[in-house]
């Protein structure tokens, strides 16, 4: 008799289930670092929303994961991912039927919740979804590294390598923080100049604590030791993943940016890194240029919806979308004292 295929919810309060989990993330070829339960733990603990982990099971053998989170927001309307704050995400499991089964499973919850729609986020394109309404504004950015600092160095395309140097020669250097201090000041500046609401530390801080060695910052520093540029990065299995980053003003003159990925890329390598995923961008923007000037090549992201409640089309909650554009002026032209306070309220709302 073959063994039954079982969907149903993990607890994140149980140690044995979460155990199983995780090793399972890390185990599973398409799984990432956001399948990890610590990332729904985070969510859940700064932000407030509900996850739910559905588990695949075949007898006791766990076989597939979904991670969801849940956001029920006045601003944004009601909606249920993979996973909110995370760019990759989606069901990952021992085989297509095991997919489906946790697929339905979360279709099925996002229509009990009464929500507008459903997203899952995958890294990988997926053909079952080909007939399913997409968003095509994402491309993530994957490249694999040398153990070789050196090999790592010229395979930089010249002109981009020249600013790596341009900041060597101007004297910065890179430091690994204990906290995120001086990463979120100069992520909040950053964030506001480009008209952007802030994460609040809180959340910062929650990931590093969550995920201990795993989640880092490194910030770059100016001769005279004042920080100019600052990244928060995620490793997992192989990767490291730079997800979070700030610059202050005078970073583009020092050419701090630069310097601060190449920084990154020789410490990741001696932690063991072989593959740097510069994370993702939307087509056409600055981040989308700066990446490919890296010699990254864009690779299209598969993120799937489904939509309930007569929804007309997929959500365009990002700057792009022009109904955005003069809050962003607004935003721009706020005291930080402001916009760090309502911010996080804007932010929880968008996931």
């Known amino acids: 008799m073959s063994a039954v295929l079982q969907v149903r919810p993990l607890a994140l309060d149980q140690p044995a289930q979460v155990r199983a989990w995780d090793h399972y993330v890390r185990a599973q ?5 956001f399948h990890l339960s610590g990332w729904a733990r985070v969510v859940q603990r700064v932000w407030g929303h509900r996850c739910t982990l559905l588990a695949a099971w075949r007898d006791d053998q766990l076989v597939g994961v979904l991670p969801l989170g849940e956001i029920d927001s ?40 009464g929500a507008d729609h459903l997203e899952l986020r995958h890294l990988q394109p997926q053909p079952r979804h080909r007939d399913s309404p997409q968003q095509d504004l994402y491309v993530t950015f994957r490249k694999a590294l040398s153990a070789d600092h050196e090999a790592n160095l010229l395979a930089i395309p010249r002109k981009q390598r020249a600013m790596v140097r341009k900041g060597m020669a101007n004297g910065l250097r890179a430091e690994i923080d204990a906290d995120a201090g001086r990463f979120f000041e100069l992520f909040a500046d950053n964030v506001h100049r480009h008209g952007t ?35 928060l990065s995620f490793y997992f299995r192989d990767e490291v993943l730079p997800y979070y980053a700030g610059d202050d003003l005078a970073a583009r003159e020092l050419a ?8 990154l890329m020789q410490h990741a390598v001696d932690r063991g890194a072989r593959l740097f995923d510069y994370g993702r961008s939307k087509l056409g923007t600055g981040p989308y240029s700066f990446k490919k000037n890296w010699g990254f090549e ?24 022009p109904k955005y554009q003069a ?15 309502l911010g996080p309220w804007v932010v929880r709302s968008l996931g």
């Open 74 to 113: 006045l601003l944004f309307g009601h909606s249920i991912s993979s996973m909110p704050f995370a760019v990759y995400g989606g069901a990952v499991g021992d085989d297509e039927s095991v997919v489906q089964a946790l697929e339905a499973a979360a279709d099925a919850l996002a229509q009990r919740l």
């Open 197 to 231: 609401p802030a994460m609040p530390r809180a959340w910062f801080e929650g990931l590093l604590q969550e995920f201990g060695r795993d989640a880092e910052v490194m910030t770059v520093l100016a001769p005279d030791g004042r920080p100019v540029s600052s990244v």
């Open 327 to 341: 809050l962003i002026r607004t935003w721009r032209r706020l005291p930080r004292a402001v916009v760090d306070r």
């Open 298 to 321: 864009p690779q299209a992201l598969s993120y799937a919806f489904r939509l309930y409640r007569g929804q007309d089309g997929v959500p365009q909650q990002n700057p792009n979308n």
């Open 29 to 33: 070829p398409q799984a990432t670092f």
């Open 256 to 263: 701090a940016n630069d310097f601060k990925y190449w920084a």
